[in-house]
Each structure stands twice: as C-alpha cells, then as structure tokens.
C-alpha cells in the first residue's frame, strides 16, 4: 500500500534572511568561451557554452545567512510504500533529502543531517544532500532554496502521489516533476515535463543532481565507454576512454578519491537504449537511477581528496559522511546548451532504487564487464519495454489536476495565468498548472495594477524596491505605461531601466535611471548608473555614482549591507583603500560584521600595511565563499609573504610569493580551492 503525508522535519539550520534587493544583470558573455582539447570530437562541440552565461535576473540573490545554526522546522511531504520511505521539502526547491529502503533499513542518498546554505547556486544559497532537480539555466536552479509547489495527485495505478511544479521567471517555462510509488515497487517513479507554452525559442537547462556517500570502495558505472572529462590544465573538456581519464596519472577515475582535485566527467551513453548510472560498493550493492530518452547523459562530481576538497565536505554537511554525487541531463556537458522550440514540452521518466550485482566483475579491471554486469543485473529487475510502459502510463497521468494543495510556492505563476487570461492565451498553458489566486502577494501585487489598471504604482525611494521583472511582455507593458506623463514615477523608470538594462540596452537604460533620479533620487537608481558606467569601463562615473548611492543611503540611517559591499569593492578597484576605510568604519557594527565586509576589510588593510588586521580577518570561518574562490588563501599567502620579506629582508617577489604558498600552508578553516 502507498501512503502520502505531511509531517514537521526539525533540523539544525542557518536561517536564510531577506534577499538581496540589488537586481545582478546578466553577463555580457551569453555565450560562454570554454577551452578544449583535439580529443573532443566536433559533434560534441556543437551547443557548447551555448546560452550559459551567468543569469540571475529576474530573481535576486539569496546572500545573507550565516554559519549560525539553530533548529529549524520545515514541511516535509513522505511518499512510502514497502520497499521505498521517500522524503521531500517542498519549501527547498522540492529537494528529495531521504530515500529509505525498508527491508535493509538502508538510506540509499548521502543525507544531510543540517541545513547550512553556502555560496554554490545562482542566486548564491544552496546546501548539500538528496536529489536536486534543477532547471532552466546553467548551475544550481533558481528555487533551490525557495518554496515550490507540492500537490496530491492520483497515480496510474490508483495510488497516491505527489506532484512537484513551478512557473520559471527567467526562461518562462513551467515545469512539473510528478512521483508515483506503486504497491510493492522498488523503484521511485519520477515523470518529468518542462514546457515552453512562448512564442520564442528559448535555451533548456536539466539535471538530475543525487548525492550519494562517498568511500574508498564505491564505484561510480554507466554504460558507456567514452567521457568527456575536466581537464584543469586547460580549464576546459576533453574526451577519452573510461575508466583511466588522463587527468589522474592512470589512475581508475570512476572511484572518486582517485581524483586529488575537485572533479567531473561526463559518461557519453548515447549508444544506451536505456540510460542510468550507478553508485556501488564493495559488496556490489547501492543507488542506481536510470531513465527514457532525452535524458540520456551521466556525470560524476567529487570534492578531490586535497584539503580543499576535504574542507568543502565537512563545510556543507558538518559530521556528515563525504558524498559524491551522480547526475543525469539532457546534453552532454552542463556546459551544452539546447534549443527548446517555441510551443513545446519535453518529458521523460526517471527511476530511482537499490540495486545488487556480482562485486567481483562490478569492481573487476574490465570496464565494460563491470558496467554490462551492472545493466544485465538492473534490466533483470526493470526491462527497458517496462520502463517504456510506465513513461506512457504517466504521459497520460501529466495533465490530471490536483486541486490538494500540500505546500504553496511563488504567487508569480498565477500573476502569469493572470497575464494570459487578459490575453486569450491561457489555452497555452496544461491544465496541471494550478496557481491558486491566493498565492498573489504584495510583490505580484504592483503588476497587477500595470495589468489591470496600465501603470506601476509609486513608492518611497527609501523602501527597498521589492523584486524584479525582466519578462519580455511585461516590458512591452511598462514600455506602453510609460508613453503617459502621469505614469513615469521614479519607480517606473527605476524598473523599466534594470528590464532595458539586463537585456543590454544600455543607452536606454541610462536614460531611464537618469531621469528617475531627476525625479526622485534613490540609491537604487544610482547604484544602478554606476553598475552600467563600469560596464562601459567609465571607472571615475561609477565611483561618483556609488558615491551618491551611498550618501543617500547613509542619509536615511539604513544602508543596506549589499550596497556597502559594492561601494567598498569600486573604492578598492579605484585605488581609494584609505577612504574604503573610512566608509567601513562608517558602518553600524552589524553591517560591519556581515562575511563579504570583512574580507573587505582585510583586502583594505594588506594594502593599507595594517597586517595583525588582515591575520584576525583570517582567523573566522566564514559561509558565503564562492565554490572555487582563493580570496582568502590569497590573503593569506600575500600576509606571509610580506611577512617574511619584512623579517628576512628580502625582495617582495613572486619567487617569495611562490616559496610562502609551499612554506606556510593555510589553516583548513580558509582553504576553499578547488585545486591546490
């Protein structure tokens, strides 16, 4: 029997605070450059770095929380039957956190017993463990750590499931996740489909992300023979033979603490009738997921076994076993765009259970033995024509409604369907798609009234100006508003600037923000002309800029921490390290304290020679540093190195600074490189 629930999960958790209220643009590279060797076929370069430049836009980042945990209680949603006890958190991006199997009371995920954001997706925040399912564009999704929608549903064999949706601002796709666990079935059904109802093609983003332990005897397989690897010597991708990946000195690389870096690879299965891949250890015995087609790619990640590597686990997941993780996509790199044709939907069905097969030849030195032992043993359980049979049986399950509600997610899907409803294009959208209007909230509320009324209302400068809206038909809207004197409040012109700007019409947005200030000057606005001037390489405009932002800010007795953040880093770029200073000495003693302003402060001060500063800036543990970021081992190889030159006398050089980073190693705390 399959049983559906909600329940309370209390765990130690560093509390998420208000977003960052300065909308980050779009970078200017849509197309990213990514480097690659002879070995990588031409077919294989096809799509790459397509469409995978950094965009966060709509959405503002998730940058404020801390390492300060205390206990935190979220909705849970279990789906159990037999075999499988599976659990949910709709409120984190639907994160799967648990897959249990009963009989050997067996957690088949690397589980993550707290809830510590750190600086790895999008908009900044993501924590470690489950599956992720992530969206839309390139990294860590939008919601990984938002709420989303979590509906009762009926499955295809009369038993209870659970639909997991979201309308994604930035493409405008809607997405679904429906799970179906059948009496006595072994395996989790999860059935997806992405839909693009637009009249514009538009880049498509899937990743299935699992996190599984990590152990000297666990093997990572998939029916493939080739993979596209990571080759940090070139910072780029090659291809070769699995499982002795050039990259590890003839090391086997699908056992993770081979690798002495923080590694990837991508297994090429597109000869595989039926795509998985799976985790197992000594015994034979782990996770395996598989899928239909076009979910056809695997990966494997692991931290590396240097101290970063090593430091990175215990940071995301504190007395936490170390975890890899294993993924599934749709192209065969995450930096491989794809086209998502205008009035389209994308599916497939993907499995996720436990599975046993013969250790000696799972972990035999024939790689093809290994992983065929392994694909004979799961097709025994799962044959590909069953597999086929449950993706039709949900394909006719997709577009059943659900009106049971478990878990509320954003209000911007229903000011979407608000949106085509006035214009006769709700027909677009499938009817699984249910945003109940009473999920429109203060923020959908404003665009409502442009909606409905043909203007964005006016608000105090000095209030934070509350999320942003970067959609194409909301900016023709705006746009059409605006044609009206009356219409264009600083708030207007404030809004419509960061739509022009994030889709670099930068002389119009200039123009916008110009004349919102005119108006009403806000720090908003002004910040925003600064961002511009230093995209236009205008370096004196920018500072001048941010120097009217702050004043205002200052002037109101609230400057935000953000805002500081970006005027401490344009008066350090401009060379202004004793007025950078002064500013920070300005500041409440709680904006004083936020991460990003320390490391601030100790940049200020290695330049400012006041070197016992910059040593107790390194002497705290910080949460907010970026996945692969060297700020502070900089910091501390440059203090070492002036150290030792005001010691010994010699000259400060990059021989100096070469033999200190061999020398003076640092404290595991600051030690978050990717690479040593």
């Known amino acids: 029997m399959t049983e559906l629930h909600v329940e309370n999960l209390t765990l130690p958790g560093a509390r998420l605070e208000e977003e960052n209220p300065l909308p980050f643009f779009r970078d200017p590279h849509v197309d990213q450059r990514v480097n690659v060797r002879d070995s990588l076929p031409a077919d294989k370069r096809h799509w790459l770095g397509w469409q995978t430049g950094l965009r966060v836009l709509p959405y503002r980042m998730q940058d404020r929380y801390t390492r300060q945990r205390e206990p935190l209680t979220f909705c849970s949603i279990v789906l159990e039957n037999e075999i499988l006890k599976v659990t949910f958190l709709p409120e984190l991006g639907g994160r799967l956190i648990s897959l249990v199997h009963k009989p050997l009371e067996r957690e088949l995920l690397a589980r993550n017993p707290v809830f510590q954001p750190a600086n790895l997706a999008i908009r900044n925040a993501w924590f470690s463990g489950g599956i992720e399912w992530n969206v839309g564009q390139y990294g860590h999704t939008f919601a990984t750590c938002s709420p989303v929608f979590a509906a009762a549903i009926q499955g295809p064999y009369g038993s209870a499931g659970l639909r997991l949706y979201e309308f994604e601002r930035c493409k405008g796709l809607f997405w679904q996740l429906d799970l179906h666990l059948p009496p006595g079935s072994p395996f989790l059904i999860a059935h997806v489909r992405v839909v693009n109802p637009n009249d514009a093609e538009t880049s498509m983003y899937w990743w299935t992300n699992i996190a599984v332990p990590e152990a000297p005897d666990v093997r990572v397989l998939a029916p493939a023979d080739q993979a596209i690897y990571y080759d940090p010597a070139i910072t780029g991708f090659g291809q070769a033979e699995l499982p002795h990946l050039p990259t590890l000195d003839g090391q086997d690389s699908t056992y993770a603490l081979n690798s002495h870096f923080a590694d990837e690879f991508f297994f090429q299965c597109d000869d595989a009738d039926m795509p998985w891949e799976a985790a197992l250890d000594a015994q034979g015995s782990g996770l395996i997921e598989a899928s239909t087609h076009p979910l056809r790619y695997r990966k494997l990640f692991c931290w590396g076994s240097h101290q970063g590597g090593r430091h990175w686990q215990e940071f995301l997941a504190p007395g936490a076993q170390p975890y890899i993780e294993i993924q599934a996509g749709l192209a065969p790199t995450q930096l491989h765009g794809l086209p998502v044709p205008a009035h389209s939907a994308w599916s497939w069905t993907q499995v996720f259970g436990y599975l046993e097969a013969d250790p000696a030849r799972v972990h035999g030195q024939d790689w093809r033995t290994a992983w065929q032992t392994v694909d004979g043993a799961f097709k025994s359980r799962l044959p590909m024509s069953q597999l086929v049979r449950l993706d039709q049986e949900c394909v006719q399950w997709a577009d059943v409604s659900s009106h049971v509600i478990l878990q509320a997610g954003s209000g911007w899907g229903a ?71 009356e219409n264009r409040n600083w708030f207007a012109l404030l809004h419509y600037g960061v739509m022009l700007g994030e889709a670099f019409d930068d002389q119009a947005a200039w123009a916008a923000w110009q004349e919102s200030v005119r108006q009403r000057p806000s720090a908003w606005a002004f910040r925003n002309l600064g961002v511009l001037a230093g995209r236009m390489n205008r370096g004196d405009e920018a500072l001048s800029f941010y120097d009217q932002a702050w004043r205002i800010a200052a002037d109101s007795h609230r400057p935000d921490v953000s805002l500081a953040q970006e005027y401490l880093q344009v008066l350090c770029a401009a060379g202004q390290f004793g007025r950078a200073r002064e500013v920070y000495s300005s500041l409440p003693p709680q904006v004083q304290e936020a991460d990003r302003i320390q490391i601030l402060r100790g940049r200020i001060a290695l330049q400012l020679g006041d070197l016992d500063t910059v040593e107790r800036v390194l002497g705290r543990e910080y949460a907010v540093v970026r996945e692969g970021e060297t700020e502070l081992t900089d910091l501390w190889f440059e203090l070492w190195a002036r150290r030792v030159s005001a010691q010994t006398g010699r000259l400060l050089d990059a021989a100096l600074r070469q033999e200190v980073q061999q020398t003076h190693p640092p404290p595991a705390w600051i030690d978050f490189r990717s690479i040593n």
């Not at 923020?443 to 100006?465: F, V």
């Not at 909301?474 to 044609?483: D, Q």
Request: hydrophobic residues 40%.
């Open 415 to 485: 000011l979407e369907l608000a949106r085509r409803a006035r214009e006769g294009r709700l027909a677009d959208v499938p009817s699984a798609f249910v945003f109940p209007q009473a999920t429109l909230g203060r923020e959908q509320a404003k665009w409502l009234h442009l909606l409905e009324r043909g203007c964005l209302p006016d608000q105090d400068p000095a209030e934070p100006p509350g999320e942003w809206m970067v959609q194409t038909e909301w900016r023709a809207l705006l746009a059409e508003s605006l044609t009206s004197p």
